[in-house]
């Protein structure tokens, strides 16, 4: 082939693309669920293994990020960073409302934060958590943006893979565009050309493709007549 044509991804791409979505769920909970935050996490500072079990999810979660933003596909990177943005807020979330009472109303504990991410994320808050404060609403609010610029990017992301397939559909067959077929075929209409030949002779000469009456042509045994001259030689 001259030219390297860009191949359809194959399952075996889909299937990596979605253990690496799965191993960032895992990390990102792990990491959820045991990096210390707050000042009166009493477990955090004596749990030696938690603090250890952190640490290790957060290498394991950088891993998985830089794997899926250098090899997954676009839709694949758009829910890493859907997933990334709510661990990272629930857990901001958290600390605000632990660290300065009063900023949020109903949150306690880190499920509580997730929680109240994920129905702001939604648009479907339900008023049982708020947020109080200015802090808390500045949180919000980025909140909001984002989600308008992920459904933003996700629009676009599919609007480009309705067209790849749209141009692919509409792509010449690679068998017709071959030039070794199209030289095979250019033998082949050569090859038939002497049928056709005559037919073409007798338009470039009609004088040669006059048939001769055969009751002028003279019998058998005699001498064909000789056509008249009227004396004068050339």
């Known amino acids: 082939m001259s030219k390297q044509q860009t191949l359809p991804r194959k399952p075996a791409g889909l299937a990596s693309d979605t253990l690496n979505t799965v191993g960032l769920v895992i990390a990102l909970g792990t990491f959820f669920a045991t990096v210390p935050l707050a000042t009166h996490d009493d477990d955090a500072g004596a749990a030696w293994w938690l603090i250890a079990l952190a640490i290790g999810s957060s290498l394991l979660l950088t891993g998985v990020v830089v794997r899926m933003f250098r090899r997954s596909g676009n839709l694949f990177r758009l829910l890493a960073l859907l997933l990334i943005v709510a661990v990272v807020c629930a857990l901001g979330i958290y600390t605000v409302a632990t660290e300065l009472p009063g900023q949020f109303a109903g949150i306690e504990t880190r499920i509580d934060a997730l929680y109240f991410t994920l129905t702001t994320m939604t648009t479907t808050g339900y008023g049982d958590i708020h947020a109080v404060g200015q802090l808390a609403r500045i949180i919000v609010s980025f909140i909001f943006l984002f989600d308008l610029v992920f459904l933003g990017l996700v629009g676009v992301e599919l609007s480009r893979i309705a067209q790849r397939k749209q141009d692919d559909s509409e792509a010449p067959d690679p068998v017709s565009a071959d030039p070794h077929n199209s030289a095979v075929s250019h033998t082949e209409d050569e ?44």
């Open 191 to 234: 090859l038939a050309a002497p049928e056709d030949a005559p037919t073409e002779m007798s338009a470039a000469h009609p004088e040669a493709a006059v048939e001769v009456d055969p009751a002028a042509r003279p019998p058998a045994g005699q001498p064909a007549p000789q056509p008249e001259t009227d004396g004068t030689v050339a």
